[in-house]
């Protein structure tokens, strides 16, 4: 039977979010840390995935990880993850 919700991970070393789907790397989100702020730099789904929800699902986790992190904020020089926060605006509170 095949998976057909992304499982994300963050893979801190890389500095990036990790999307599979069925074992297979799907997408990725990059972002870099500075003190207590994030900045997305960078997001990549592979073609094979579009239109799976690949995109949001590493944009929800890694946003709502950030939230739990507390004070933490988000800087997003990534122009997906900018747009997905433009269209959920319950994560603008996040923005540096």
Same mark, same amino acid.
């Given at each position: 039977m095949s998976e057909t919700t992304p499982q994300v991970r963050d893979e801190a070393d890389a500095q990036r979010w990790v999307a599979e789907i069925d074992g297979e790397v799907a997408g990725y989100a990059e972002y870099t840390r500075d003190g207590s702020t994030v900045t997305f730099t960078h997001t990549v789904v592979d073609d094979a995935f579009e239109g799976r929800g690949v995109g949001s699902a =590493?944009?929800? #986790?890694? =946003? &709502?990880? #950030? !939230? +739990?992190? *507390?004070? #933490?904020?988000?800087v997003a020089q990534c122009s997906f @993850? !900018? *747009?997905? @926060? &433009?269209?959920?605006? &319950?994560?603008? +509170?996040?923005?540096?």
């Open positions: =590493l944009a929800r #986790t890694a =946003l &709502d990880a #950030t !939230r +739990d992190e *507390g004070s #933490t904020k988000v @993850i !900018r *747009g997905w @926060i &433009d269209k959920h605006p &319950d994560y603008q +509170d996040l923005l540096a």
